[in-house]
């Protein structure tokens, strides 16, 4: 199981520049805040889809049960 730690370190390293806040309290349920200058001009829903293609197909729902995000736009 991934730790808060570690997803926000791949969500940095996918989108290089953003700065991402990472919760959780079980390890399994995550919450992210993810800013980056990438998501300008793009709808939330893509800004939010840039962040989940950082994770595997079956990693979301299966290891990550789930990821709540916030997104904003440097």
Same mark, same amino acid.
């Given at each position: 199981?991934?730790?808060?730690?570690?997803?926000?370190?791949?969500?940095?390293?996918?989108?290089?520049?953003?700065?991402?806040?990472?919760?959780?309290?079980?390890? %399994?349920?995550?919450?992210?805040? %993810?800013?980056?200058?990438?998501?300008?001009?793009?709808?939330?829903?893509?800004?939010?889809?840039? %962040?989940?293609?950082?994770?595997?197909?079956?990693?979301?729902?299966?290891?990550?049960?789930?990821?709540?995000?916030?997104?904003?736009?440097?």
């Amino acid at each position: 199981m991934p730790t808060a730690s570690e997803v926000k370190e791949r969500i940095e390293i996918g989108i290089p520049g953003s700065d991402a806040e990472v919760t959780s309290d079980d390890n %399994v349920h995550f919450s992210a805040r %993810v800013v980056a200058s990438d998501f300008a001009g793009l709808s939330l829903v893509e800004q939010h889809r840039l %962040v989940y293609a950082i994770f595997g197909e079956g990693e979301l729902g299966g290891s990550i049960h789930a990821l709540a995000l916030t997104t904003e736009t440097r």
